[in-house]
């Protein structure tokens, strides 16, 4: 956010410059309906989901969620589950969902079948180990997906949770930007990938989510996303909400 990087963005940024500022204050307590009773096929959803942690930069998400009321979703790498288990069982008891990454973060689409499931199993065993319930939401590392990797989730009883907005927050280590792209992305029923791994995304989320409820959008799970539909069926793949 330094004086330097706004004088190379495009000036519909500014607005938003102002507003990251106001990043760590307190925020205005906004209460709406409760997630689990919001029907997304009639009002404005949007579930912000996070992947590769936890890190040490997942706390800061889930204070700015908790200050917020508002939940996310979570694809934990096992290993990271493990040694910040801490953050996953706030994560859990806090109403969050929580899906599976994988143990070792690889590309699925080079890998036999048994490799797949033996990356998707592990991690299932790992992050089960912490929360006591098995996740039924996988997202494969790069986004990388083919039948077998389908089926592997499947197997695994698990949907397959793509998404219809990035945020590029691995490649623009910058809040301005990170909240440039979600907010002129989102649609509803919209389903935003970020990553609790980069120092930068955690400034980004107070400003994209008191931008999203001022537009109406509810946040919600993705489960709470499908809640209203037919839910979320093992080894079928979604990109969006209702
Ligand atoms: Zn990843």
Redesign the pocket.
């Known amino acids: 956010m330094s004086g330097l990087r706004h004088g190379l963005l495009p000036s519909a940024l500014v607005p938003l410059a102002a507003a990251a500022l106001s990043v760590g204050m307190a925020a205005p307590v906004t209460v709406g309906t409760p997630a689990h009773r919001v029907d997304c096929r009639i009002v404005r959803c949007v579930a912000l989901t996070f992947?590769?942690g936890p890190t040490q930069y997942t706390a800061p998400i889930l204070n700015t969620l908790q200050r917020q009321h508002v939940p996310a979703t979570f694809?934990l790498?096992g290993p990271h589950a493990l040694h910040y288990r801490t953050d996953v069982l706030r994560e859990y008891r806090s109403g969050d969902a929580i899906g599976d990454?994988?143990v070792t973060?690889p590309r699925l689409t080079v890998l036999p079948l048994a490799r797949i499931e033996s990356e998707i199993g592990t991690a299932a065993r790992q992050i089960t180990s912490v929360t006591g319930q098995r996740p039924r939401l996988f997202?494969p590392?790069?986004g990388a997906w083919n039948a077998k990797v389908r089926m592997a989730a499947g197997a695994e009883d698990m949907a397959m949770i793509m998404w219809s907005v990035t945020a590029r927050d691995?490649k623009f280590h910058d809040p301005l930007v990170i909240e440039h792209r979600v907010l002129s992305l989102v649609r509803p029923g919209a389903i935003v990938v970020l990553?609790d791994?980069y120092a930068t995304t955690p400034l980004a989320i107070p400003h994209i989510i008191r931008a999203l409820q001022a537009r109406g959008y509810h946040l919600v799970t993705v489960p709470q996303l499908f809640g209203s539909t037919k839910g979320l069926r093992p080894g079928v793949l979604y990109r969006h909400g209702p």
Request: aromatic fraction near 24%; proline fraction near 8%.
């Open positions: 992947d590769d694809f790498i990454h994988t973060h997202r590392p790069f691995w990553h791994r």
